[in-house]
């Protein structure tokens, strides 16, 4: 069963914007942290930038400023805004959600990622 499902990655020139989203089958989204990973052939994945439930953010210093990350708990969906893109972003991005249940034990759900290539 697939819980998180991401779309709106592609193909796009230098400077260029894309805005992926992932839509999660998961009672009680409100409450999940989510997060967007990257993950290059032969790498382990790393994350790009996370918010939390009440909608704190993370974001790796290598995107600050260019990506945005925002959720609208009411559609179940978390977004990712891609601005000024640059090659060296190109990869795999992969959607996350994690939900604590207790002590320091916690439910982790992963896509199956959506492709961001970013050439001339």
């Known amino acids: 069963q697939l819980y998180l499902v991401e779309s709106g990655g592609g193909l796009v020139q230098p400077g260029g914007s894309l805005r992926p989203s992932c839509v999660a089958s998961?009672?009680?989204?409100?409450?999940?942290?989510m997060g967007w990973y990257r993950q290059a052939p032969g790498k382990p994945r790393e994350l790009v930038v996370g918010?939390?439930?009440?909608?704190?953010?993370n974001y790796a210093d290598s995107v600050k400023g260019r990506f945005t990350i925002y959720r609208n708990d009411a559609k179940n969906t978390v977004y990712i805004q891609m601005n000024s893109l640059k090659p060296e972003v190109t990869d795999v991005y992969y959607c996350?959600?994690?939900?604590?249940?207790?002590?320091?034990?916690?439910?982790?759900?992963w896509g199956q990622g959506t492709q961001v290539t970013v050439t001339s």
């Open positions: 918010i939390t439930n009440d909608g704190s953010t």
């Open positions: 998961l009672s009680g989204f409100s409450d999940y942290y």
């Open positions: 996350n959600a994690q939900r604590r249940t207790e002590g320091w034990n916690y439910v982790d759900y």
